[in-house]
């Protein structure tokens, strides 16, 4: 319970800030906002800053007020696009030798080779589906470099993902913000699109987890 808590003071607290900013320098605050969808897409060290929340917030907070939707989508979705394609360029340089660690949890080959077959179990589409869910995202396009992935298919999905998770989470918030109950529970509402989007992650988790079963230990036979 003391997580959500400071979550939620954390959340009203940025809630705050942001319409301050917009309200204190509109430039300032389209430059903040892009920077910040850029690192969480484009950076494989910042997959902790937010992102449907983000979006969601930003379509909510652009309702009755001179920050300009369309322009939130266009800006944003270029920081998205521009994101993945450093990711990808970052993986496809570095990442084979980032991946020689055998002793780091992160940078594992173990974790390169699972990713792989990640891919190779949802192809192209991993792009876009990555978009939808937190700390994959950051991750998606790093791999997909690392797997030498065809770049012009790349950027095709890199394009098409940014503007359906963009456009998706500024409209809900642009229209589902404004709905009384949602005003009154706002932070609450932001901590659900946070649970939902790693639901398939936990799921995936635990469906890993449950087939993991132990091997049978062979019978020794007796001797005669």
Known sequence: MELIRSFLEWLHGLEGWLKSLAGANLFVFYSVVFAIVFAETGLVVTPFLPGDSLLFLLGALAHDSPISLPLLFVLLTVAAVVGDAVNYAIGYRLGPAVFRSERSWLFSKKHLLRAQAFYE?????????ARFVPIV?????????????????????????????????????????????????????????????????????????????PEPVAEQSEAA
């Open 121 to 129: 179990k949802y192809g192209s589409k991993t792009i876009i589906l």
């Open 137 to 213: 995202r950051t991750f998606a396009p790093f791999v997909a470099g690392i797997g030498k992935m065809e770049y012009r298919r790349f950027v095709v999905y890199n394009v098409l993902g940014a503007m359906l998770w963009v456009g998706l989470c500024l409209t809900a918030g642009y229209f589902f913000g404004q709905i009384e109950w949602v005003k009154k529970h706002f932070e609450l509402v932001i901590v659900a699109i946070v649970v939902i989007s790693v639901l398939p992650m936990v799921i995936e988790f635990g469906l890993h987890t449950f087939r993991k079963k």
